[in-house]
């Protein structure tokens, strides 16, 4: 069966998802109720931000989408051209110039057993919503507050799998603490990254300081990006490697990245003030670089 062959008719002003093949009303929607990705979590995702018709860093997300099927052995399920064929197409028709589209690949339908199957036909989904523009610059003007909680992830936080429970749990716990983001803290006391970002600072001397890549970290693309951005711009003073969360709570100036959110000034942490408690300098210019870079790299 040719999976990128259109089994439906358009639908008109409603969402559209698309299923192994089809383009499906989102309400009508389903895999099997033994897939391994709702059994399991034993699936890959990708989250691209639609800005203006165009996909932001789409290389960065289809290289970790990549790394992160092969790490677990599943197989892609179609070939990058062709994938990047459907997340268009998917785009397209639900009509959004502004929007989040959700990749998931997940090791597909099985008996209900823990090993892992050796031979498998993957399940791709997509799905498409709204993203409300406004709302990310509001955080971005105004900041956003932060708490730190215990990391209790996984060992191999550097694969994207729909294994997010402690994720969750931990951005709950935040939003009930009245912050936007938990930053994770690993047993040294170490900030590790958000529960849906990557964390970062700005100390006293001006250097950007953000957790080395380890199977501790996931590897944002924002992240990347930013990096990439900074060091086009000839910005030298930057640190990859651990930080306290007296260093963070000390520091000049903190932010977040994430695809949804760009780069977002943090200016409090467990209600303590960031510096004066207000988005500052360095952050709106690596905001500034990392948008500049960004959308002069998207296609439509």
Not at 22 to 50: K, N
Not at 65 to 84: F, K
Not at 94 to 115: C, E, I, M, W
Request: proline share 5%.
């Amino acid at each position: 069966m040719n999976r990128t062959s259109d089994h439906s008719r358009p639908i008109p002003g409603g969402r559209v998802a698309y299923v192994n093949g089809r383009y499906l009303p989102h309400r009508d929607a389903t895999v099997h109720i033994e897939d391994r990705g709702l059994q399991f979590a034993d699936s890959i995702y990708e989250v691209c931000s639609v800005i203006g018709g165009r996909l932001m860093d789409e290389p960065g997300h289809l290289d970790r989408l990549e790394r992160s099927l092969g790490a677990l052995d599943i197989a892609m399920p179609l070939d990058r051209r062709a994938l990047q064929v459907v997340m268009r197409e998917t785009i397209r028709r639900n009509r959004l110039s502004n929007a989040l589209l959700y990749l998931q690949v997940t090791r597909g339908s099985h008996k209900r057993d823990h090993p892992m199957p050796a031979v498998h036909k993957s399940t791709l989904i997509m799905t498409v919503r709204p993203f409300n523009v406004a709302a990310v610059e509001k955080r971005r003007a105004e900041g956003v507050g932060v708490v730190t909680l215990t990391d209790i992830r996984w060992g191999r936080c550097d694969i994207k799998t729909t294994g997010l429970l402690p994720n969750t749990m931990a951005k709950t716990e935040a939003r009930k603490q009245g912050a936007f983001e938990a930053w994770l803290v690993d047993a040294g006391g170490y900030i590790t990254e958000g529960a849906s970002t990557n964390a970062w600072i700005v100390t006293g001397e001006g250097v950007i300081v953000t957790r080395n890549l380890s199977v501790q970290i996931l590897p944002g693309v924002t992240r990347l990006g930013v990096l990439n951005a900074l060091a086009r711009e000839g910005f030298n003073a930057i640190e990859e490697r651990p930080f306290t969360v007296k260093e963070a709570r000390d520091a000049r100036e903190a932010f977040v990245t994430s695809a949804s959110g760009g780069v977002l000034p943090v200016v409090s942490i467990d209600g303590q003030k960031v510096g004066d408690g207000r988005p500052g300098e360095v952050t709106h210019r690596v905001h500034t670089l990392y948008a500049e870079l960004s959308q002069s790299e998207a296609r439509p």
